[in-house]
């Protein structure tokens, strides 16, 4: 069977259906009628082990492949040397004497599991931690002064063995002791604790203690084939199997997230005990001598006291580094959050919270630009809502200048306005943009906090100073931008622009009216707009200032002639938009542009259309438009109308002899002599 055969359900729960599975047969072996104490049975589960292990790697496919080899292989040893000491005197008739070869199959077990958890630990912390294995050390040391006491040295020195004998009864704790020495240091880093990782400690602490307890026992000649041993050696075969078929074991190789180390309680704890162990054995050992146990009770309540004042150090260290931490947490997001006012206060409360915890109440009041009085609260999970104008008041005068204020008890208005709930005391901190109160910070808590904490807050108060300041600057600075760019734009622009209020007096006018009307701008503003316009186009300009579309912002057109300096008469296009109502103009804008040229490029046009390019008289278009109008009017009038044709001989003979000027000129003089003749109403065409 492949790991795609089996389903993702499937993949996840073998490890319980083999764990349950072991546990049945366990059972059987210790309490079975037929089966109790079976080597056959006891091989068996040995044999799953290191099986277990090969079908975790087959379905977790772990990338620290070489770790988990040794540890198969170490697993298999186990097996091996489990099957030489039960199967071959119970199967085979054979006797096992001490030493065996067994005990050499055991013996290898070690340094082939020692082998692989260190590789299993280096994939755990890529980087050196000096910290954590001086820890690591410590325990080892004081646990395996146990061993050496009560297990190795009484091996060593017992009477009646041979020097191999002794050398492979000793040997059996001191691999327990370096098996020891990976677990401690496994157990003291910063790695992810997964179900596997536990499952695998669970399994090297059923082995030691089960081998310290056999030592112990043949030492004392106490054992007898107690079947609670092999339990304890089935639990380690059979727990670390499990280890490998559960998802996690992946993540025994996962670097830690977090490279500190930290004292906690605990481990604090056992350092400690593990100090003592060496005057503890001492101490039992002089029961009889009352200045030796008074001399080392002394010396250990001396070395507790320094470890606790040692850990008060650290603590308040560890307590420091967190503070900054969460400072320069708070910071980065105030940095990243400065290009709004309301990010910034998004990123005040996250902060405020990352020095306080989530359990705090955070709130930030802020007045608003327009109207420093009108103070607006704001929370994680709420809009912003206004607060009442005497409990801003209160707010600010409990702040008298100050920087930090502590108010306990709340008052009852101050916690009803920014709902604080049941809030007992909080912490008011000044938000200020360019030296003005900007705001308050207001940190509710049900106690009291640290002058740690509070002047934790004083630092995010003032990094919320900065941000805040910054906001501003940057507000201004961009508004100083948009201005400079708007003059550059009006003064460089060929329109004028002209804003006008409601009595048609000149507010604004653009440098433009310099280049081309000729003025300058202080001689066009605080004037009536109408005094340059033509007498006809005075009403008209009095009809947009009465016009109901003031409230109105579409733009309308008109022609004006408007008057130069110099006096000429210039033909202008105004469109004029009604922004009376908008607090950022409060005018009517005209803007206009000089159609001069273009008027009289259309007139021109308009009259080469229907006029003689050469003698100025109407030609056939004209001619035949002013006959229809005649016709029109005598029919209506009973009116007679005449035409007259003339016709000029010989002109082809002055173009051919003369040239086509001097027949053009001929033409011209004839013109004016016809038009000389006839009346004002009369068409020469």
Known sequence: MSPAALTHPQRRTVWAWYLGAMAVLTVAYVFGPWVKGNAALINFIGFTSPVAIGIGMWINKPRARLAWLLLLFGQALYFAGDFYTYSYPQLLGGQVGFPSAGDAVYLSVYPVLVAGLLLLLRRRNPFPDRAAGIDALILTLGFSLLSFTFLISPNVHASGLSFLAKA????????????????IRLAVDAGKRAPAFYLLASSI???????????????????????????GWIAYLVLWGTAALHPSMRTLEEPALDSRTRLTRSRLVLLAIACLIAPGIRFADNLHNVDHMIVLGCSAILFLLVVARMAGLVRQEERATDREFALRRAGAKLVAASAGQERITA?????????????????????TPDDPLALTASSASEPPWPVPADVGSQMIEAMSGEELVTVAPVPAAVRSALRLDDAEAAVLLRLSARTELRGVLVVATTDELSRDTQSSLGSVAAQVSLALDAASLADDLHRRKSEARFRSLVAHSSDLITVLDADGVV???????????????????????????????????????????????????????IKHA??????????????????????????????????????QLAHQAFHDPVTGLANRALFVDRVQQSLHRAKRDG???????????????????????????????????????????????
Not at 209 to 223: F, G, I, Q, R
């Open 205 to 231: 602490v059923a082995l030691l203690v089960t081998d310290c307890a056999y030592n112990y026992a043949l030492l004392k000649n106490a054992y007898h084939h107690q079947l609670v041993f092999d339990v």
């Open 168 to 183: 492979v009864s000793a040997a059996y704790p001191f691999g327990d002791v370096l098996v020891l020495a990976v677990v």
């Open 566 to 603: 110099d006096g000429r008469w210039l033909q202008l296009e105004v469109r004029h938009t009604h922004l009376l109502h908008d607090e950022t103009v409060r005018g009517i804008v005209l803007n206009s542009r000089d159609v001069s040229e273009r008027r009289a490029f259309e007139d």
């Open 507 to 561: 507010t604004y006018q653009s440098p433009s009216v310099e280049r081309i009307l000729g003025y300058r701008p202080s001689e066009i503003e605080g004037a009536k707009f109408d005094r340059l316009l033509a007498a006809p186009d005075r009403p008209r300009l009095a009809q947009v200032l009465e016009h109901d579309g003031l409230r109105s912002r579409d733009a309308h057109s008109m022609e004006c002639t």
């Open 639 to 685: 009116e007679l109308i005449g035409v007259m044709f003339i016709d000029l001989d010989d002109f082809k003979t002055v173009n051919d002899s003369l040239g086509h000027p001097a027949g053009d000129e001929l033409l011209i003089r004839i013109s004016e002599r016809l038009c000389a003749c006839v009346r004002t109403g009369d068409t020469v065409a």
């Open 347 to 367: 990123a005040v409360i996250a902060a405020a919270h990352e020095v306080v915890g989530a359990d705090a109440t955070v709130r930030v009041v802020l007045s």
